[in-house]
């Protein structure tokens, strides 16, 4: 059976998810949804009720991360999970502090007791980190780091681009930049139709 892979387009966490799958070459049947009306096959295969999910012949992996691992430890042809320790460090800063602040900016409205002021400082505190660690990439070649932390960062730029542009992280900038322009994040980001009972999911990549 080929694996499927839950997805939603735009969640950074399916969006990694996907990448670690290019990058691998593993071919899985990817079922597209609406966030809005999840699938009742999905709910009972996600034990979250979040994607991305990932099912698999003997079991489900239910974590973005434990995704990229699982199609990475199957083949990992420009070596991703041969990080600096110092890797997992910055992915759960990232998945931590950053993204606890980055919700309560893009969405204000369901969190109208906190300080917006205060979480855009914690926010700017990592990325400002970040920036003074990249050269070209998060360590001296892409690895799990960049493509895990990369659409957090995308989303956070998106809130205000022209602000995020004119802050003074120009290696940063550069970096989500050339992330954004490669053939690889299009083709993740390529829109699939949704699927539905009964129908074939595309097979990707």
């Known amino acids: 059976m080929t694996p499927v892979l839950w997805s939603f387009r735009r969640c950074p966490y399916a969006i990694r998810a996907r ?8 071919p899985v049947a990817l ?7 999840k699938p009742e096959a999905f709910l009972a295969a996600s034990p979250s009720g979040t994607v991305p999910c990932l099912e698999l012949p003997d079991g489900v992996i239910d974590e973005s991360l434990d995704i990229m691992t699982w199609a990475l430890g199957r083949n990992d042809p420009d070596g991703w999970l041969d990080m600096p320790a110092a890797g997992r460090d910055w992915i759960a800063r990232c998945d931590g502090p950053f993204k606890h602040a980055l ?3 893009k969405y204000a409205s369901r969190y109208p007791d ?9 926010a700017c505190a990592f990325l400002s980190d ?8 998060v360590f001296a070649r892409p690895t799990l780091a960049d493509a895990a932390i990369l659409p957090f960062v995308r989303q956070f730029a998106f809130i205000d681009k022209p602000w995020f542009d004119a802050q003074p992280w120009p290696r940063l900038q550069g970096w989500l930049e050339r992330g ?17 009972p009964g129908h074939s999911a595309a097979v990707f990549p």
């Open 180 to 196: 954004l322009a490669s053939d690889a994040f299009a083709r993740v980001m390529t829109k699939q139709p949704l699927w539905a």
């Open 103 to 105: 919700d309560r900016m």
């Open 130 to 137: 970040l920036d003074a660690q990249i050269a070209t990439w």
């Open 114 to 122: 906190e300080d917006s002021a205060a979480h855009r400082a914690a």
């Open 19 to 26: 990448l670690a799958v290019l990058q691998a070459g593993t």
């Open 31 to 37: 079922r597209e949804i609406k966030l809005s009306a």
